[in-house]
């Protein structure tokens, strides 16, 4: 799991450079390591760990569905209505994230918090692009950077005490 968290910061930094002055070139430069921790997902299933396979499976259905709206259907929205389906998007993104936030409880604290972060995100993110709010759209930055430096913390944590074969980062474990 640690592999695929490495890749969570991506997901907030590419869907916020789609509506930098980047562009979609912001996706199409930053949208293909999103996918990085696709290639952990079978992994995870085959090793029973359903939570990491249903997370980082969805992580590659996210990343392929937001390049292919970006890059083959925006420009078809109406530009008054882009906000809307992008918003839309992102919300429904919002309550997966909801979801696995729940199903998170039972793994580590560091994993928890990067659900929980990524969630707000998610909506935050949608309700800002919904509503055209570009002062909501900056504040998730700022969300957004807090979800990137926790999943990177998690990552870390998870490569370094594994390393270790002991607990040199907490991570704090929810399993009883």
Sequence with gaps: MPRALAAVPWVRESTAAARSP????????????????????????????????????????????????????????????????????LIAWGIFAAYMFVASLRTTGAVALVFALLTITFLVLGVGNSGGHTGIVKLD????????????????????????????LPVRPLKR
Excluded at 22 to 48: E, M
Excluded at 141 to 168: E, K, P
Aim: net charge positive.
């Design 22 to 89: 980047w562009g979609t070139q912001g996706v199409r430069v930053l949208g293909p390591w999103g996918g990085a921790g696709r290639p952990t997902s079978p992994a995870s299933g085959r090793t029973g760990n359903t939570f990491g396979a249903t997370a980082f499976t969805s992580s590659g259905a996210f990343w392929l569905s937001f390049c292919a709206f970006v890059q083959f259907f925006e420009a078809d929205v109406p530009k008054a209505e882009a906000g809307h389906a992008a918003g839309l998007f």
């Design 141 to 168: 930055g700022w969300i957004g950077l807090a979800t990137a430096l926790a999943a990177w913390y998690a990552s870390f944590a998870g490569v370094t005490n594994s390393t270790f074969a002991r607990v040199m």
